[in-house]
């Protein structure tokens, strides 16, 4: 069975701080998501990244996908309290219909 | 266009008691879900369907959890009897192949067992 760590696990950071955060697998993915949840609601797809090397930007967020697709980073530049959330990879690899979440990385972003 | 809908949002029951979650997936989504998400273990994946039929429940942790879809536009998802440790909150997600395995996910269930 795949599985998917996430670290951090949780980062409070200050407004205008930059981060990033780490998706790895036990095993090579064929592409990878990544989605935000916010506090009270389900999960929001924001990419899908599916080449290894591969990187997209969506505004102040960087995704970059490993060169041997088994790693993926989120980097956030200048973090405001919009940014607050829960961030999860997943793996639509495992099987072709469902999708496996990694563990998480809670992020607190404080005006 | 509507997203998921789910009832009721928040559940508030007796240990024993039975409950019964709601979904209304996005229409034209031929795959629905359901998923449960605890601090302690994550979004687990419960079971899923694809046109109304389950195609893996392995996810289910026993026998009091059941789920149905009788129709593209309604699932449930029944715990019979609750038990504390089933308190969690509960997300139903749908998605079609043409967007790219994308899932789209309802609000939510939050579920208190007391």
């Known amino acids: 069975t795949q599985l998917l760590e996430q670290s951090p696990q949780f980062l409070s950071i200050q407004e205008g701080e930059n981060l990033t955060v780490y998706c790895n697998s036990s095993s090579v993915f064929s592409s990878l998501q990544w989605y935000r949840q916010e506090p009270g609601e389900g999960p929001v797809l924001l990419v899908t990244?599916?080449?290894?090397?591969e990187v997209k930007k969506l505004k102040r967020l960087t995704f970059q996908f490993g060169d041997a697709r088994k790693d993926s980073s989120l980097h956030i530049t200048a973090a405001q309290p919009g940014d607050t959330g829960l961030y999860l990879c997943a793996d639509p690899s495992y099987n072709t219909d469902k999708l496996i979440f990694g563990t998480g990385t809670r992020l607190q972003v404080f005006p | 266009d509507a997203g998921v809908i789910q009832s009721p949002r928040h559940e508030v029951t007796e240990m024993g008691q039975e409950v019964t979650l709601r979904c209304k997936p996005i229409s034209g989504h031929d795959y629905l879900f359901w998923y449960r998400q605890t601090m302690m273990r994550g979004l687990e994946l419960l079971i899923y369907?694809?046109?109304?039929?389950?195609?893996?429940d392995s996810g289910m942790p026993e026998d009091r959890f059941s789920a149905k879809m009788p129709n593209a536009s309604f699932s449930t998802l029944k715990i019979q009897p609750s038990e504390p440790r089933d308190s969690a909150v509960y997300f139903c997600?749908?998605?079609?192949?043409?967007?790219?395995?994308?899932?789209?996910f309802g609000p939510g269930t939050r579920l208190t067992v007391l």
């Open positions: 997600a749908s998605s079609r192949p043409s967007d790219g395995n994308e899932q789209f």
């Open positions: 990244v599916v080449t290894g090397g």
């Open positions: 369907f694809n046109n109304n039929v389950p195609i893996d």
